[in-house]
């Protein structure tokens, strides 16, 4: 069948004054700055288009901005002779003011997701997007009136599912890595999750537990995001969860979901965007009353500073660290708290040490944080690159040589990108001795 031509674009073309070459460049641009980074078109592209070939999302909407920008006034992809996209590039980026806005953003991210949706696997990390969520958590009143009135009956058993779902994905994540369980944790909120929120009956007070569960289960899919480093994608995951963790008026889960926000910012190379999250996780922990959560918040505001080269800072931050810990109360903390012990602590005590470098400090902090739970593979992984990094600060090659090689060895069995990145750190590190003996033994037996 005969395409029709798109004379509309053509006449827009036309008016705006673009070659067909200048509109393909200016369309790849404004994809890489709207967090769809790799996109290729050219002047073939576009004379297709206007023959009467249709581009797929996110095409049509950054093409309508593109000359919108262009000739000063707004304009649609229908302006455009094209089909407005039924999905916003922007989803999951914004903090949604009310209850039933979020319901419908937070289901469409885990359609979209589970789709598979390029715009959404090929997004990139906003700083500005976190730093709104962020804001609106601090600023929004109490949360609001989430009762459904669907025609589905939401019950206690409902919500104990999402939270057994949790619990157990959450484990196999730990031992197994992101990229074994991920899909299977989206699917799970796209089938089972979504339709309790749009079509459910629930009381206030039922919302707010389901409002809860759903939060746990959104931050662990923007988690394990995280870990298989689809940035942009697990942003989006936080922000949303946080979202339901307002419409839960619980200021514990979202302080922890602040937490892990900051987490990934630091992890990106972002402290000072990470320094306010923490901080903004320290006001959630306090208002909770949660002193797990409140030293969770402070080690991560050292460890921003630690990424900023303020060494005083950090030590500050540290030290109130330690007295919140040392005044924690496990047996009333939520139990999703019960990873953060004094093994994890001394963790991220080496982070900032080792980013300081501070060997010394990062060796005994390190040696410290691998008297952990069995069950934290990953985790392991991450402790034993930690004091393979100090020990080489500290000139004890054939030690940190040791590390390495277990370090490695728990990296092969994780489906996870992270610990793929620490493994390709520990290579960085031990190329300046790669003439020496241990490393040389050391490539012998594991390629590194």
């Not at 598979?116 to 700083?127: E, G, H, N, P, Q």
């Not at 929120?197 to 707010?208: E, M, N, R």
């Not at 990106?268 to 320290?282: C, E, I, Y």
């Amino acid at each position: 069948m005969e395409r029709e031509p798109n004379h509309l674009l053509q006449q827009l073309i036309a008016e705006a004054g673009f070659s067909h070459k200048g509109l393909a460049r200016c369309l790849n641009h404004l994809g890489a700055a709207r967090g769809t980074p790799g996109l290729k078109y050219d002047h073939s592209s576009v004379l297709r288009w206007i023959g009467g070939q249709r581009p797929r999302d996110p095409v049509p909407s950054l093409l309508a901005e593109v000359f919108a920008l262009r000739l000063g006034r707004s304009v649609t992809p229908e302006h455009l002779g094209m089909p407005a996209p039924c999905t916003p590039l922007d989803l999951g980026q914004e903090f949604t003011h009310t209850w039933q806005e979020g319901i419908t953003t937070v289901t469409a991210l885990w359609r979209a997701d589970v789709e598979r949706r390029k715009f959404l696997v090929d997004s990139t990390f906003a700083i500005g997007a976190g730093s709104v969520g962020a804001m609106r958590w601090l600023t929004s009143p109490p949360g609001p009136d989430v009762g459904g009135d669907g025609s589905r009956r939401v019950g206690h058993s409902d919500i104990t599912a999402i939270k057994e779902v949790t619990r157990s994905f959450g484990e196999l994540d730990n031992r197994f890595g992101s990229g074994r369980v991920r899909n299977s944790v989206v699917k799970y909120l796209d089938t089972a999750v979504s339709p309790l929120l749009k079509d459910g009956s629930y009381s206030t007070a039922t919302g707010k537990e389901l409002a809860a569960a759903a939060a746990e289960l959104t931050r662990l899919a923007g988690w394990m995001a995280y870990d298989m480093e689809q940035h942009g994608l697990a942003q989006r995951y936080l922000i949303q969860a946080l979202s339901l963790a307002r419409g839960a008026g619980d200021h514990t889960l979202g302080g922890e979901i602040l937490a892990g926000m900051a987490h990934q910012a630091i992890y990106m190379g972002q402290p000072a965007h990470a320094l306010d999250l923490a901080r903004a996780s320290q006001l959630a922990a306090r208002t909770a009353g949660i002193k797990t959560l409140q030293s969770s918040a402070h080690v991560l505001e050292a460890h921003a500073h630690a990424g900023l080269g303020d060494a005083r800072a950090c030590s500050a931050s540290l030290n109130a660290a330690e007295r919140a810990f040392a005044a924690r109360k496990p047996d009333k903390e939520p139990p999703w708290l019960s990873y953060f012990d004094e093994a994890y602590l001394s963790a991220k005590f080496a982070h900032c040490f080792r980013d300081l470098g501070d060997g010394r400090r990062t060796v005994e902090q390190a040696r410290r944080s691998l008297d952990m739970d069995g069950r934290y593979v990953r985790g392991r992984m991450f402790n034993l690159s930690l004091l393979a990094a100090g020990l080489l600060q500290c000139g004890e090659l054939e030690e940190a040589c040791t590390a390495v090689n277990d370090a490695l060895a728990l990296a092969g069995g994780l489906q996870s990108v992270r610990s793929r990145s620490y493994a390709a750190d520990l290579r960085r590190r031990l190329h300046p001795y790669r003439n020496e003996r241990p490393v040389r033994r050391l490539r012998e037996l594991t390629a590194v």
